[in-house]
């Protein structure tokens, strides 16, 4: 599986960015996608996710509200809108596909930063 991030930039608080990330390569063993993010000297963290049957889905507590997650099956994509951003949204997103309900797969970081 090999994912491919896009969007990101700088915005300022109160604005919107959108992320997306394309999925190839074996997509039909994927369970989930989603975006995780890491901020300087921080962990990374769950954002949202989004399970492929059903689309369920799941959200920090940070971002709800103000973050969606939603997926294209037919495009293989999966895209987090993100509203009324902060300044402590300011990170390093990743997309990321769980496999067999085991294995992680990575995509490209973007950068997300939000000026005061």
């Known amino acids: 599986v090999q994912l491919q991030a896009s969007g990101g930039g700088l915005v300022q608080a109160g604005g919107s960015l959108r992320l997306s990330c394309v999925a190839s390569?074996?997509?039909?063993?994927?369970?989930?996608m989603g975006w995780f993010r890491q901020a300087p000297g921080k962990q990374r963290e769950l954002v949202a996710t989004?399970?492929?049957?059903?689309?369920?889905?799941n959200y920090a507590d940070s971002v709800k509200g103000r973050f969606t997650i939603s997926r294209d099956s037919a495009k293989n994509t999966v895209s987090l809108q993100m509203n009324s951003l902060k300044s402590e949204d300011t990170a390093v997103y990743y997309c990321?596909?769980?496999?067999?309900?085991?294995?992680?797969?990575w995509g490209q970081g973007t950068q997300v930063t939000v000026s005061s």
């Open positions: 990321n596909a769980l496999v067999n309900w085991e294995n992680n797969y």
């Open positions: 390569g074996n997509i039909f063993s994927i369970n989930r």
């Open positions: 989004i399970t492929t049957r059903g689309a369920y889905t």
